[in-house]
Nanobody, 121 residues
């Protein structure tokens, strides 16, 4: 089981930016595909972005061109840079690590506790 700790959430005005971080407590971070999901009040959890072991990225249509996922294997951390934020981006954002060696994010791995992002004027 991977221990994941998210940080960087907060309150931001529409059009603003935030960078989320997710630090993993593992021996070798590079063998995990990582992802960010979010869950808004009254809605189900949805995929935001993923980055595989090989570095391939994937984004939900709602965030393409605004969000960027990246990883630093030396720091055992995955990031989500969020620009041009909209009120509809308000949600709890969760980090996930898939099973070691799996070059995709299935949502069936380990999860962090989440960090709240609120976009409001």
């Amino acid at each position: 089981q991977v221990q994941l700790v998210e940080s960087g959430g907060g309150l931001v005005q529409p059009g603003g930016s935030l960078r989320l971080s997710c630090a993993a407590s593992v021996s070798i971070f590079a063998i995990y595909s990582m992802g960010w999901y979010r869950q808004a009040p009254g809605k189900s959890r949805e995929l935001v972005a993923t980055i595989t072991i090989s570095g391939s990225t994937n984004y939900a249509d709602a965030v393409k061109g605004r969000f960027t996922i990246s990883r630093d294997n030396a720091k055992k951390t995955v990031y989500l840079q969020m620009n041009s934020l909209k009120p509809e981006d308000t949600a709890v954002y969760y980090c996930t690590a898939d099973k070691p060696g799996n070059n995709s994010v299935t949502g069936h791995g380990s999860w962090g506790q989440g960090t709240q992002v609120t976009v409001s004027s």
